[in-house]
C-alpha cells in the first residue's frame, strides 16, 4: 500500500495561459465503483494503463493500490464497466523543484483547470506558482470521482 | 480481455477421499464489489496475489482480467476494502490431459467440494473423473462471489 498526500489548488486562467508548458498528455479515466469509502479507478493514457484503488482520504492522505495494466485492456474495462468516466488533459509541470500535475479538464468539466502536488508528508512546505489560485483539498466535489458524476458545468 | 470458459460440478466426497492428491495450496479472496454485471476479486494464494474483474456470465463464458499483484497488498486490500470473502484450498489435479481444480472449501462453506474445468470453447469435449457429481455451472449459488455472502452453512 502507498500513501498518497496531496494538496490541491484551482489554476488562475489568465496566468495558465502565460505558462510555457510541456505537452499535455490525454486522460481518459473511469470508476468501477465509487462509494465514500473506496474508489477504484481505471485510467487510460497516450500509452499506458492503470487500475488503481484509493481508501477513503483523512485530510491530505489517503491509502492507493496502483497497478499497470495494457492500456487496451484499460480501455476494455471503462468500455464495459465503468459507472461513469471523464476525460482531461495533464500537463506535468516542474515548479521549484517539485513535480506539479495541471489537469485542464475536457468534455462537462471543460473550464475546470486543477493543479495538484504530491507530498511526503502533510507538513511538507513547498512553494506555490503564481499561476495556482485557491486551496480546495479536500473539497469533495473537486474529487476526480464526483466529477465524473456531477460535473462542473452541472454546478 | 479474456474469455473465462468453465463447467464446474460437485465432487462426490467419498470417491474424493481416496483420490491421490497433489499439495492443495490455500487461498483467502474477497470481493471489493460483486454485482450481477461485474465483480471484482482480490485473491491472496500461498505465493502470490490477484486482482480479477469478471463480467457478467453468458451460460459457461464470461469476461475476465486478471493482474498479479504482490501478495501483501491483496492481503492488505482484503483487510481494508472487501465487502465479503471466503477461504479454501485449491488441489490442482490432471484428469485425461486436462486441468481440473478442486476447490475444497473452509470457514461457513465447510462441506463444500466442487470442481471446475476452463475448456477453450463452449463445446470443448472432456472425459468426466468419477469423482465429479452433478454439473453445476451457472447456478448462481455456487459463484465464489455469493458463496462468499451466502455461504454453504446457512442454505
Known amino acids: 500500500m502507498g500513501l498518497e498526500i496531496e494538496r490541491k489548488f484551482l489554476v ?4 495558465w495561459a502565460t505558462v510555457e508548458k510541456p505537452n499535455a498528455e490525454f486522460y481518459r479515466q473511469g470508476y468501477l465503483l465509487t462509494d465514500p469509502n473506496k474508489t477504484i479507478r481505471v485510467r ?29 485492456e484499460a480501455i476494455q474495462l471503462l468500455d464495459m464497466f465503468a459507472v461513469s468516466d471523464l476525460t482531461k488533459y495533464r500537463y506535468k509541470i516542474l515548479f521549484a523543484e517539485k513535480l506539479w500535475e495541471v489537469d485542464v ?51
Open 44 to 72: 487510460a493514457t497516450d500509452t499506458k494503463g492503470f487500475m488503481t484503488i484509493k481508501g477513503k482520504s483523512e485530510g491530505a492522505t489517503r491509502a492507493e493500490f496502483e497497478y499497470e495494466i495494457p492500456k487496451e
Open 105 to 155: 479538464f475536457l468534455g462537462e468539466n471543460e473550464g475546470l483547470i486543477v493543479a495538484e502536488i504530491e507530498l511526503s508528508s502533510e507538513d511538507e512546505l513547498f512553494e506555490l506558482p503564481d499561476w495556482a489560485a485557491e486551496e480546495v483539498t479536500g473539497e469533495k466535489k473537486y474529487y476526480n470521482s464526483n466529477l465524473s458524476t456531477l460535473p462542473f458545468s452541472k454546478w
Open 12 to 15: 488562475n486562467h489568465v496566468k
